[in-house]
């Protein structure tokens, strides 16, 4: 894999042009109080209003607008029980065409109902790796539907990217833009809209103390994936994937690792002061600005709240 | 009081002007969930986005930017516990006067503490009606202060209209409002802007059962008041104003009482579907709607969300 194959500022303008009648163009949210008690002005890019509830949206939506007329007629598929899963599936409703999501046997009654919500359809496996890759394996083999990886995938890198190009455009100069690593897809694509259109503003990776293989791997400079995550950020217990990591490796400013009572906290505050929702994952962007702030005195940070899916009958504060 | 002193078409178009700078122009949200489950398009304005987290901010603004020179140097007092009480406190910081807050000795610390966070003053009395007010009493004959109502005042009501007002114009044509009912200062205020500036739309007003004097009084055709209050709707226990009944009065098309379940599951479905934070006197107007979806199918109803300030380690769901 190689960096000249990655999304250009073209690429990403395209994807933009894309999607836009099938997302929403999200807001940017500011608060005194919380400004007050950093002592910066943060700017919150609000992809938890996102539909399908996560920025997720943005990349199967140009993954699935991406396909040719072929590809289009047999339809996408992936392995997923989080946010990328519902989004494919809405995606896909929306370009009427099939989706196909693997998942495993104990997902969530609510997580599968989601989905079959969006019309896709459902196919169990065992909660295993293997079983998982084998099973979508078969399903492709099957329809001819094509894989959507849920981040280690260039379109769908692009269409990630649109979050932080966004957020440019809607603010004046940033000193710092704040985002999450899971698998890498929404870091790969803020990376690469801060160097084409936000004139190199420097970009913080953010991450669970208890999934902080892409910190680990930064270290390292090879991709040492996560055996034995532990967080309550369940959308950024994956490793980091083979497309996105040397994205990472070259554009990245730094990577903070945040515990999960820092990731509550910041939760409880986003809650608090700006009434959004928001699930653990979407608060961890915040956690970091917090654990950077005196870095950042008087100056202008925009975090990007990831998503708002959270099982509102167990708010962790 | 007569009606022909409610404030004009041009008085709340004054207060819009007035207050702009003061407060946010909060958006309009809609869920394709939301109008799916209930068969028709319904908009949301997000006032618990508003500053101070509540729409007070809006008639808090306008009195304190109504008043003289003279006026401005002895400042604004107020006896309150909830949402008007900071949004004045806000407001008189914002126009650099003094605020003086009559609060109960049991009020909660925390909203004590918001409120003297905007530098007010806070008075403590018994918590009675009568030692409310004589303590308001001494506190304006002492300082010379101009006392603000909550919602039993001119300027307060045009200000809260201002809403409704954004609402009609970041809308298409809609066949309903739906505001709740407590002192009546927004409902007078958005039912003189579906007046003049909505052609007439119907609004509906919300009341929680367990204080549903409005219901009754307009029922009896005069004011009742509330003498026990049971609802979880802490911002709507308030009997209805003297300035605000006879504006109900004339131009409601119906009020409609909800059970405390019903605001409980309105929250939660604001939570889960618009990611938003209401508090339960935010989700009484959608409630409302609710029972009243087959009446409005297929139809386009707005519905204010009027604030947010709820205790997070509490929440009903």
Redesign the interface.
């Known amino acids: 894999m190689l960096l000249k194959d990655v999304p250009s500022a073209q690429n990403i303008e395209d994807a933009e042009e894309r999607i836009h009648s099938y997302i929403h163009r999200t807001?940017v949210?500011t608060s005194?109080q919380i400004n007050d008690l950093l002592g910066l002005k943060v700017f919150f890019k609000a992809e938890?209003?996102q539909?399908v509830?996560a920025f997720k949206m943005r990349g199967a939506s140009n993954a699935v607008l991406s396909l040719t007329k072929d590809q289009l007629k047999k339809g996408v598929a992936t392995h997923s029980s989080g946010n990328h899963a519902q989004a494919l599936a809405l995606a896909a409703k929306m370009r009427k065409i099939p989706a196909y999501i693997v998942m495993p046997q104990n997902a969530p009654e609510v997580k599968v109902a989601a989905v079959q919500q969006y019309g896709a359809e459902v196919i169990f496996c065992d909660p295993t790796l293997e079983a998982r890759e084998k099973t979508l394996k078969e399903v492709v083999d099957q329809t001819g539907a094509t894989f959507v990886h849920p981040y280690d995938n260039y379109d769908v890198i692009a269409g990630q990217a649109t979050v932080a190009r966004e957020m440019i455009e809607d603010t004046d100069h940033l000193d710092g833009i704040f985002a999450p690593i899971g698998g890498g897809g929404l870091m790969a694509g803020t990376l690469l809209s801060a160097k084409y259109f936000g004139k190199n503003v420097p970009v913080y990776g953010a991450e669970p103390l208890g999934a902080d293989d892409a910190f680990r791997s930064w270290k390292a400079g090879k991709i040492i994936p996560m055996e034995y995550p532990n967080t309550i950020a369940d959308g950024l217990r994956t490793s980091v994937g083979q497309k996105n990591f040397p994205i990472i490796q070259k554009y990245i400013s730094d990577i903070i690792t945040v515990t999960d009572d820092e990731i509550i906290e910041a939760m409880?505050m986003i809650?608090?002061y700006?009434?959004?929702?928001?699930e653990p994952s979407g608060a961890v962007p915040f956690a970091a600005l917090i654990k950077m702030k005196s870095k950042l005195k008087g100056k202008k940070a925009g975090v990007i709240l990831t998503g708002?899916n959270v099982d509102?009958?167990k708010?962790p504060?």
Chains 1, 2 share one sequence.
Do not use: D
């Open positions: 807001p949210f005194t938890n209003l539909k509830g409880r809650f608090q700006l009434k959004l929702v928001v708002g509102l009958s708010l504060f």
